[in-house]
């Protein structure tokens, strides 16, 4: 089992910036990849980014490219997010993931899930 907790969520202007921080712990050795997505009220779940865990490669969902950057810190078994220039269609519940494969998915298919943190953007 992998358990996985989120911070770093709040209440931001536009244009503004957050930084997402997931721990990550438990088995973690057998992580392949994570991701984040969000759900925002009244929306289904929605892919944002993924990296793998070795190699550190990326992909972006493309209304996310150029502003949030996904990364990872192997030895503190931390995910991040850094979103700049924020929207106030940025506004929902930012969940991350993880699983053993590799590859992308962009529906909700990872074996575990963190509990969410709110992000809220201010127009």
């Known amino acids: 089992q992998v358990q996985l907790v989120e911070s770093g969520g709040g209440l931001v202007q536009a244009g503004g910036s957050l930084r997402l921080s997931c721990a990550a712990s438990?088995?973690?050795?057998?992580?392949?990849?994570m991701a984040w997505f969000r759900q925002a009220p009244g929306k289904e779940r929605e892919f944002v980014a993924h990296?793998?865990?070795?190699?550190?490669?990326?992909y972006y969902v493309d209304s996310v490219k150029g502003r949030f950057t996904i990364s990872r810190d192997n030895a503190k078994n931390t995910l991040y997010l850094q979103m700049n220039s924020l929207k106030p269609e940025d506004t929902a519940v930012y969940y991350c993931?993880?699983?053993?494969?590799?590859?992308?998915?962009?529906?909700?298919?990872?074996?575990?899930w963190g509990q969410g943190t709110q992000v809220t953007v201010a127009s």
């Open positions: 990296i793998t865990w070795s190699r550190g490669s990326t």
């Open positions: 438990g088995r973690t050795f057998s992580i392949g990849a």
């Open positions: 993931a993880a699983d053993r494969l590799l590859r992308v998915r962009i529906s909700p298919e990872y074996e575990y």
